[in-house]
C-alpha cells in the first residue's frame, strides 16, 4: 500500500523577524492539499492567530476571502466570527511567551488545481489550554492555487521555532 500523502515542503521558522511563511510553485498533480502548523509562541506578546493567503502566481492581497470560524477561546467561552471581503482568512487563537510548542494548526485546502471553482479552506487550530477553533473559507477566485502565505492576522512576527509542512493528497 502507498502513501496517501506527499511531504512537498517543511519550513521552519528561524529568527523573530519572519513575518510571513511562503510556499510557492505548488505542483498541481494532487487533488488536495493539508497544510500542519505546529506553532511556538516562544517571544510572543500577543496570540498567535495563524491567517492565510492564497494566489495564482502572485498572493492575492485583495479582499477576495470570507471566513466562518466557530469554537471556544478560554476566558471567553464559546466564539464565533464572520469575515466578509477579507484581505485573508484567519483561522485560530493560539497561545503567547511560551518556550513550548503552543498549538497546531491544520488547514485542507479542497480541489485547489480546479479552474472552474471558487477555493474552499477547511482549518482547525487549537492548543490544550488556549483554545479549540474551526472554521471555513473561500478564496473568490476559480485560478489554481500554486502560492501560500501563512502569516499571523495583526502582523506581528511567527514565532521562532513554528514549523509548517504542506502535503500533497495524491489521486487514486
Request: net charge neutral; aromatic share 8%; proline share 2%.
Amino acid at each position: 500500500m502507498s502513501a496517501t500523502y506527499d511531504a512537498i515542503q517543511t519550513v521552519t521558522v528561524a529568527n523573530t523577524t519572519t513575518t510571513a511563511v511562503n510556499f510557492t510553485s505548488i505542483s498541481q498533480a494532487y487533488t488536495d492539499l493539508i497544510l500542519v502548523g505546529n506553532t511556538s509562541a516562544q517571544g510572543a506578546t500577543d496570540d498567535q492567530v495563524p491567517s492565510i493567503r492564497v494566489g495564482n502566481g502572485t498572493i492575492d492581497t485583495g479582499n477576495n476571502y470570507s471566513n466562518t470560524i466557530a469554537g471556544f477561546i478560554a476566558g471567553a467561552g464559546a466564539a464565533s466570527f464572520r469575515d466578509s471581503n477579507a484581505s485573508l482568512m484567519r483561522f485560530g487563537r493560539l497561545g503567547q511567551n511560551s518556550t513550548q510548542p503552543v498549538g497546531i494548526f491544520i488547514a485542507h485546502f479542497l480541489n485547489y488545481s480546479n479552474t472552474t471553482t471558487n477555493k474552499t479552506i477547511i482549518a482547525r487550530a487549537g492548543n490544550e489550554t488556549r483554545s479549540s477553533i474551526m472554521g471555513a473559507g473561500l478564496w473568490r477566485s476559480t485560478a489554481a492555487i500554486n502560492a501560500i502565505r501563512i502569516l499571523e492576522y495583526s502582523g506581528h512576527p511567527i514565532s521562532i521555532n513554528s514549523t509548517f509542512t504542506l502535503y500533497g493528497i495524491k489521486a487514486e
